[in-house]
């Protein structure tokens, strides 16, 4: 008997595929589980349409997610951390610094989605990779400045 499985089943198939399977385990196991629907014309039309509607729908969903990370990819952070002698970060830039940085610039994304192998411990710029849904990544330009001190900041005023 011809089937269309409604799921992956381990050893038989996978979504959607259409398989010839011995009467008995299609009557007695596919069937009255939902795990697949007889192949008939009318079925295989109605799940070709269904195929087709989600393809459709999964082209435009990756669409506006790559708009999105366009958007993201376009902004420029950066980062003001206090620095000691050879450009050494007293403590570190992570993840929750990025987020809290582009959220600042009205963009969001979940810090949990935000690449960064290890935290930024050095002055300096860093392509970040965020990644987005459908295998989409955005890659954002973070900037790591040394926080000027408010004695620093005087001190070229006054003697201009």
């Given amino acids: 008997m ?10 038989v198939g ?7 399977v011995a009467d008995g385990f299609a009557r007695n196991y596919l069937l009255p589980r939902r795990k697949a ?4 014309s009318r079925s295989i039309k109605a799940f ?3 195929k087709r509607v989600a393809a459709e729908k999964a082209k435009k969903e990756k669409l506006e997610i790559e708009v999105h990370a366009k958007k993201v990819s376009a902004v420029s952070l950066t980062i003001e951390m206090q620095a000691g002698k050879d450009d050494k970060l007293f403590g570190s830039v992570t993840t929750k610094d990025i987020a ?7 963009v969001t994304v979940d810090r949990r989605k935000i690449q960064l192998a290890q935290p930024i411990k050095e002055l300096g710029t860093v392509a970040v990779p965020i990644k987005m849904p459908r295998d989409v990544v955005a890659t954002v330009k973070v900037h790591v400045v040394k926080k000027q001190d408010a004695q620093e900041a ?5 003697s201009a």
């Fill in 100 to 106: 809290e940085g582009l959220a600042a610039q009205g």
């Fill in 154 to 158: 005087e001190a070229p005023a006054t």
């Fill in 37 to 40: 629907v007889e192949a008939d």
């Fill in 2 to 11: 011809k089937v269309i499985l409604q799921e992956t089943l381990e050893g």
């Fill in 48 to 50: 070709e349409h269904a």
């Fill in 14 to 20: 996978h979504l959607g595929d259409l398989i010839n």
